[in-house]
Nanobody, 123 residues
Framework: QVQLVESGGGLVQAGGSLRLSCTASTHTFSMYNMAWFRRAPDGVRVFVASIDRSGGKTYFADSVSGRFFISRDQARNTVYLQMNSLKPEDTAVYHC????????????????WGQGTQVTVSS
């Protein structure tokens, strides 16, 4: 079982930046592909970004490409989401997720989820 805990959310003005962190409670963190999803008020989880086990490959939703960056620190069992040039439409609860097998854009492909951290972008 892997527990994921997100942090770093908050309220920011449009154009600002935030860095989200997700720390995993496992000694095999390097065996997991990691991803960030966001959940809008309608409850649907939408893919934001993912990173493979080694950190060598990253993937982004079109809506955040060029503004958001995903990285991981194997020694700290942590994955980060650097969010720049934030827009009001980025407002959501952000969840990190882990999978042993894939960096898929589908939330159904991930085995473990964190509780989420709220990001609110004011205009």
């Amino acid at each position: 079982q892997v527990q994921l805990v997100e942090s770093g959310g908050g309220l920011v003005q449009a154009g600002g930046s935030l860095r989200l962190s997700c720390t995993a409670s496992t000694h095999t963190f390097s065996m997991y592909n990691m991803a960030w999803f966001r959940r809008a008020p309608d409850g649907v989880r939408v893919f934001v970004a993912s990173i493979d086990r080694s950190g060598g490959k990253t993937y982004f939703a079109d809506s955040v490409s060029g503004r958001f960056f995903i990285s991981r620190d194997q020694a700290r069992n942590t994955v980060y989401l650097q969010m720049n040039s934030l827009k009001p439409e980025d407002t959501a609860v952000y969840h990190c997720a882990a999978s042993s097998f894939t960096t898929s854009r589908s939330p159904n492909a991930y085995d473990y989820w964190g509780q989420g951290t709220q990001v609110t972008v004011s205009s």
